[in-house]
């Protein structure tokens, strides 16, 4: 009988935290998963539970054990997200120091990240956003054709001043 009430006032504990952060208007991942874990703490059969939020037995299973060994924190999102790199001061600041310059190289923009700011990205696609934000074309920039050739410049203007 002591072990009944003590179960009964567990599992009561364990429906009122839940109902709280149910409360709470957690992300919507996070709601499915305490009402999953709820209904069946309050003993309600998976296959209802499954059928009532789209769920398999296997999702309210595991996220049953979740809630039982750590609690909330179990059924809470555990990815947050990455965090930006560079602040938008130091996103205002580059992008001054790109339009400063004439000519621009990408490899001239990671060390300039790297120096000022220890920076430094995974993937070219955010080196090119920050050109992109300064309007600059990521491609590297030439100071003169590298197929000019004065000796053909000359042969055809004399070729077409003869005609």
Request: hydrophobic share 35%; proline share 2%.
């Amino acid at each position: 009988m002591h072990n009944f009430l003590l179960e009964q006032k567990i599992k009561n504990e364990e429906i009122k935290s839940l109902e709280d952060f149910i409360d709470s208007n957690p992300e919507g991942r996070e709601l499915k998963r305490a009402l999953a874990v709820k209904m069946a703490v309050q003993g309600q059969p998976y296959k209802n539970i499954s059928k009532l939020l789209g769920v398999s037995s296997f999702f309210i299973t595991h996220w049953k054990k979740a809630f039982k060994s750590q609690g909330i924190l179990g059924i809470k999102l555990q990815y947050k997200g990455s965090k930006k790199q560079l602040t938008s001061e130091q996103i205002a600041k580059t992008i001054e120091w790109l339009t400063s310059r004439q000519y621009w190289h990408l490899d001239e923009l990671v060390n300039y990240l790297d120096n000022q700011y220890g920076v430094i990205y995974k993937s070219k696609q955010s080196y090119y956003n920050l050109f992109s934000l300064a309007n600059i074309s990521w491609k590297r920039s030439q100071k003169c054709n590298p197929k000019f050739d004065e000796e053909l410049v000359k042969k055809r203007q004399r070729r077409l001043t003869t005609y």
